[in-house]
């Protein structure tokens, strides 16, 4: 069983279309989070998210929303995707000191 | 604010050569500190982590990393390289503002050489 999953693992789209990256980890964690990685591989907090908080890195525009239907799930849903869009998004978990990260999402905006 | 620092992009070692990866860390107060490996086209692995207790941490695949308070470093090592480490290497540190998220450095290649 795949502890932190994504999908999809790739997703090419064209600028000004709407998409979502799903994650779901079945470690019974309490916390989730989103990063992006760029094309020069740095890696970025977005979103920190348990059931009681959402924070915001306040650097990531308001086209980018995290949505939680609940504790097992947090999916990235981003409106008018833009080219500048494009690069890897990973999903994470954690409990205490354990992250574990999902396999990331490839998404390329043409 | 919280930061680590990789100071070498790329390390090149030699097959069967000692390897170090560089990890220097900014923190207020006592530092959650993590490694992880990227390897092409894959997810980030986790190596290991220092939280507290013997400043030697020993992790996954032979590394390990010493905690250097003094120096503010989280080197990582491996006795002998392996072809199959070359990979991209980071470092982290939680964040200790409550949002519990890892701030991770710039990367590092390393290329193991036949």
């Known amino acids: 069983d795949t502890a932190v999953s994504q999908t999809p693992k790739y997703l090419v789209t064209q600028m000004g279309n709407d998409k979502s990256i799903k994650c779901e980890q079945n470690?019974?964690?309490?916390?989730m989070y989103w990063y992006k990685q760029d094309s020069k591989k740095f890696l970025k907090i977005m979103f920190s998210y348990n059931n009681k908080e959402l924070i915001i890195n306040e650097t990531v525009p308001n086209r980018f929303s995290p949505k939680s239907p609940d504790k097992a799930h947090l999916n990235l849903h981003i409106n008018s995707l833009e080219l500048g869009d494009s690069a890897v998004y990973f999903c994470?978990?954690?409990?205490?000191?354990?992250?574990?990260f999902g396999s990331g999402t490839r998404l390329t905006v043409v | 604010a919280q930061s680590v620092a990789q100071p070498e992009d790329q390390v090149n070692v030699a097959e069967g050569n000692p390897l170090t990866v560089k990890c220097t860390y900014s923190?207020?107060?006592?530092?959650?500190l993590f490694w992880y490996v990227q390897y092409p086209n894959r997810g980030l692995q986790f190596l290991l982590k220092?939280?507290?207790?013997?400043?030697l941490v020993k992790g996954s695949y032979g590394f390990e990393a010493e905690f250097n308070k003094s120096q503010t470093s989280f080197h990582l090592k491996k006795p002998s390289a392996l072809v199959s480490d070359s990979a991209l290497y980071f470092c982290a540190v939680r964040d200790q503002t409550g949002a519990n998220n890892l701030f991770f450095g710039t990367g590092t290649r390393l290329t193991v050489i036949p």
């Open positions: 994470a978990s954690s409990q205490g000191s354990g992250y574990t």
């Open positions: 923190v207020s107060g006592n530092p959650y």
């Open positions: 220092y939280i507290t207790g013997d400043n």
């Open positions: 470690l019974g964690h309490d916390t």
